[in-house]
């Protein structure tokens, strides 16, 4: 069975780190993955992408402060999130492109003072 878990979320204060993982249950090495956020009520937005050629491409408001990544023999994608802002909480979901894989539970990242 296809499955993707996504831990890591806390809450944290402005300008901490958190690193999130998403484990899955076979292999990563040949799919494009991507994090997702999900603020209450608001829409699901793209925040990092990891091609399978090892490209990414970072949501603008994350630029420099994010970084995604994946280790392939442990099945596992992550987001180096630096330097983290006061916002919203969110839900952050990893996603894996091809429409095989079901979305996770998500975790929950809260920044606040």
């Known amino acids: 069975q296809l499955q993707l878990v996504e831990s890591g979320g806390d809450l944290v204060q402005p300008g901490e780190s958190l690193r999130l993982s998403c484990v899955a249950s076979g292999s990563l090495r040949w799919i494009n993955m991507c994090w997702y956020l999900e603020a ?7 925040v990092a992408a990891l091609g399978a050629d ?3 491409d970072y949501a603008d408001a994350v630029k420099g402060r994010f970084t995604i990544s994946k280790d392939n023999s442990k099945n596992t994608l992550y987001l180096q999130m630096n330097s983290l802002k006061p916002e919203e909480p969110a839900v952050y979901y990893c996603h894996a492109e091809g429409g095989l894989w079901p979305w996770g539970q ?3 990242v809260t920044v606040t003072s």
Not at 40 to 46: A, I, Q, S, W
Request: aromatic share 0%; no cysteine; charged share 40%.
């Open 54 to 56: 090892g490209r990414t």
């Open 40 to 46: 209450t009520g608001k829409r699901r937005e793209l």
């Open 106 to 108: 998500g975790t929950q």
